[in-house]
């Protein structure tokens, strides 16, 4: 049976209105936005305020981070204000400052939890909320982060005190533990500049390694014990460059902790840098304290014109010439500042390097290997007379 104009036009407006319904219905789901406004900033004023931040938290349902901006730069205050990560705080406020609005979402309250919205006073809120001050009492950002958009750039945003939500097309990292905003740079010390190194655990002294050539010589012992040798060339560098490569996990107040007994190494540079690292082991992870003294520089042997590359200058490090005169006291001075006070916690494989003694860096050494066919060699003199009178 042929349908009839008006039958036809009734079938299409039926269709229509099940698609409004069900555009009513599901309006939750991604669509693109078709308002005024999408794709500009999202936060245009803080552009412009960048400069004048003086305050940034971070938090969800479970932590709380404050970075705040004091004389010296940006702290942590959850973590005694010790000095942040400016870099990622940086790119942080980077991408909040250039976010531009993509979508609009939902503005329904019971969608919330589907883009990760939901208000940080639900336990089982996935959203983080970002708030922003400058010189006033009042944030002059406050909004939630929420999760990623999955297979594409942006995250899911919203004011805290509006209900439409949105996806924007930058995706800035909400990180609320106070152990991740921690300035990450411990030590500014090259192992080229290291000529000793030593170890003592609890108050027995275990080792002092040694080199007379800086760069890339490995330390030694000046004498070895009967039988043992080292376990590989250079093992010993292992005892420093584990602390000068080292980033610290998080950070404590010394006093807080008991360094009676710790093990302690003490890490001795060309130019007459000391650094003295004490180790122990807490019921919350491995923790070390660090202090640094100037003391008299090493002398060193000339590096052999063999191992210098054809274009490469002789450097203090290269040549053995003279320190500086009163760098190592600066370089000293300006760890103390930094380190002076502070413990800091450490990986368990930095904890092993700085706990080890002697015997864990040597192995008995092997006798020399016999050819296939080599003839035995004679007993020596006297030794056959002896298995004859037994």
């Known amino acids: 049976m042929q349908m009839n104009q008006k039958s036809r036009l ?35 004023q803080l552009q412009s305020q960048l400069g004048e931040l003086r305050r940034l938290r971070l938090q969800s349902s479970a932590e709380t981070v404050t970075l705040a901006r004091g004389e010296a730069g940006w702290v942590v205050e959850e973590r005694a204000a010790y000095p942040a990560d400016f870099r990622q705080l940086e790119t942080l406020l980077e991408a909040l400052a250039s976010a531009r609005l993509l979508e609009r979402k939902t503005a329904r309250p019971e969608y919330f939890d589907r883009l990760g919205l939901v208000d940080i006073e639900q336990p089982a809120s996935e959203a983080v909320q970002l708030e922003l001050w400058s010189a006033g009492e009042q944030p002059v950002v406050r909004v939630l982060l929420g999760r990623a958009a999955e297979g594409r750039n942006g995250r899911y945003v919203r004011a805290v005190s509006e209900q439409q939500t949105w996806l924007i097309d930058t995706s800035p990292e909400p990180m609320t533990n106070p152990a991740d905003w921690l300035e990450r740079t411990l030590l500014d010390i090259d192992f080229s500049r290291v000529a000793s190194v ?71 540079s060309f130019d007459g840098l000391n650094l003295t690292v004490r180790a122990i082991k807490a019921k919350d992870g491995n923790w070390v304290a660090l202090g640094a003294a100037a003391g008299t520089p090493v002398p060193r042997a000339e590096a052999p014109a063999s191992e210098l590359a054809s274009d490469e200058e002789l450097t203090p490090e290269t040549a053995g010439t003279d320190a500086i005169p009163g760098e190592a006291a600066a370089q000293a001075e300006r760890l103390n500042r930094r380190l002076d006070g502070w413990a800091f916690k450490v990986s368990d494989y930095v904890y092993g390097e700085l706990v080890k003694g002697l015997a864990d860096y040597l192995q008995d050494e092997q006798p020399p290997a016999v050819a296939p066919g080599t003839p035995a060699q ?3 003199a006297g030794q056959a007379g002896e298995s004859r009178d037994e």
């Open 10 to 44: 009734g079938l299409a407006a039926a269709i229509v209105a099940v698609m409004v319904l069900l555009v009513a219905v599901f309006g939750h789901r991604e669509r693109p936005g078709t308002v005024a406004g999408v794709a500009s900033p999202w936060l245009p």
């Open 378 to 380: 004679p007993p020596a």
């Open 198 to 268: 030593s170890r003592a655990l609890g108050a027995t002294p275990e080792f002092s390694a040694t080199r007379t050539v800086a760069g890339d010589a490995p330390l030694a012992l000046a004498a070895l014990p009967a039988g043992k040798v080292p376990r590989y060339q250079g093992v010993f560098d292992a005892a420093a460059r584990a602390i000068l490569t080292a980033e610290p996990e998080d950070v404590r107040k010394a006093a807080e902790l008991d360094f009676t007994g710790a093990a302690e190494t003490v890490i001795g």
